[in-house]
């Protein structure tokens, strides 16, 4: 019972279970460093409600989307089971279900790509804008922009749907599409025909994109091709406040 | 495990363990961006969801209202025509599978302007409600895109002159507003490319065309 392997496997095994928990620790403390990166941290305590406010406004945006969704549902099932000419209704309906699905107002799947834009893993050297560094609404827009140009049919940035009324914009680090706040990693999903990754990767646009802010700063850029990518539905307002249809080019 | 000694150390590592998870796993959510925001970005997020939530109460009251007239306009046996067209007109109109009309402005880009910076304005447009845009007369929708260099820009097989117009439906002032702003975008391309000239006129009525890409998605289907 003597010797150096009757000592260790004389160890009580709640030392072990502390060395391992340690271990644990060493790593996660590691991992929290590690992802206190390139991005700059504010510390003043008038952030504190501003953040709060934001939280809870984010969380009341995503409910308002949730009952539009629902909404739109109800007013679809009841739309399919009025009354009146049978067949007009249904020529309507058929009309109606083409249109929402044209406006981007249906959630689609389909074969396709996931882009996803991450910021860099470089620090910016000193005298350098840090914002360089991140990926910007610019990014997002150009990615969006040379997918529709390879053929991208539906897109959405981070579950965003892109439609005729899509913005996206520079908030801090980050981005807003729709107005609704996206943290990255950005993934672009685009439903489209099977070269779509061949086209993208063709495109003048999309190498100089590359070329100027993977190569030259470290934007981080992977992809995905998949045969099922979902694209989810437009929760948001298609209401028009000073654009009318004109009569009389109107389907009847 | 007797002695009290280690297993208060044990206890103690779990917390600090326990909190280092919690932590990082925060530190995925995306919540946790809103922490790098400075107070100055806060309050315009704030602003902008404010804005945002606001026109999701609307739209929301205008389609509980109207499956509520649905609702009991079938339950008194009247026919939902009526309502089914007018969704279908607005629907259309909204999505560019109609010609639209209304009043905006008239923007007229002059000079060797890159796609990307027609792009940035057509953004900045849209996010100033513009309801409805057309590029020399093409209306845009989701897959148009103005691409090319300087001096030989496109949308959609249609060749820009130099210089062209784009056009917006929505309220002429907040559309004007947004492009001329003091350090708003005509002003940053003034500074990024000074031989580009962008003029912004309000128009009381504006025709625009009704696009002539297919829409539906040809590898996509609905997600049930």
Known sequence: MNGPIARVRALPSWQVTLGVALLALGFLIAAQLQSEGPRVRYTTQEREPLIQTALGLQAQQDQLKERILAARGTIAGLEQSGQGSAALVRELNQGLEEARTAAGLVPLVGPGLVLRLEDSEQAAPPGQAGSDYLVSARDVRSIVEELCLAGAEAVAVNRERVTVTTAILDIGGSVLVNSAYLAPPYDVAAIGPADLYKRLSESTGFVDFVRARAEAFGIRLRFAELPDVVVPAYAGSVTLRHARPVTGETTQ | ?224
Do not use: K
């Open chain 2, 1 to 224: 495990m007797r002695a009290p000694r280690a297993q208060i150390a044990l206890a103690a590592v779990a917390l600090v363990l326990g909190l280092l998870v919690v932590v990082q796993l925060r530190a995925q959510t995306a919540g946790s961006g809103l922490g790098e925001l400075s107070a100055q970005e806060l309050t315009i997020l704030v602003a902008n969801l404010n804005q945002r939530n606001d026109q999701l109460r609307t739209e929301i009251a205008t389609l509980e209202g109207e499956a509520a007239d649905l609702a009991s306009g079938q339950a008194q046996g009247a026919t939902s025509v009526g309502q089914l067209e007018q969704d279908l007109a607005r629907v259309r109109a909204w999505a560019g599978l109609d010609a639209a009309t209304g009043m905006g402005i008239r923007v007229t880009v002059d000079g060797p302007i890159p796609g990307t910076a027609v792009e940035d304005v057509i953004n900045e447009l849209r996010n100033s409600g513009a309801e409805a845009l057309a590029v020399a007369g093409v209306r845009v929708v989701p897959g148009s895109v103005v691409a090319g260099p300087p001096d030989s820009l496109s949308v959609e097989n249609t060749a820009l002159d130099d210089p062209f117009e784009i056009s917006a439906i929505g309220n002429p002032e907040a559309l004007t507003g947004a492009l001329t702003r003091a350090g708003g975008l005509v002003a940053q391309l003034g500074a990024t490319h000074p031989d580009v000239s962008i003029v912004v006129i309000p128009v009381d009525r504006l025709e625009l065309p009704a696009t002539l890409r297919t829409l539906v998605s040809e590898h996509g289907r609905p997600r049930l």
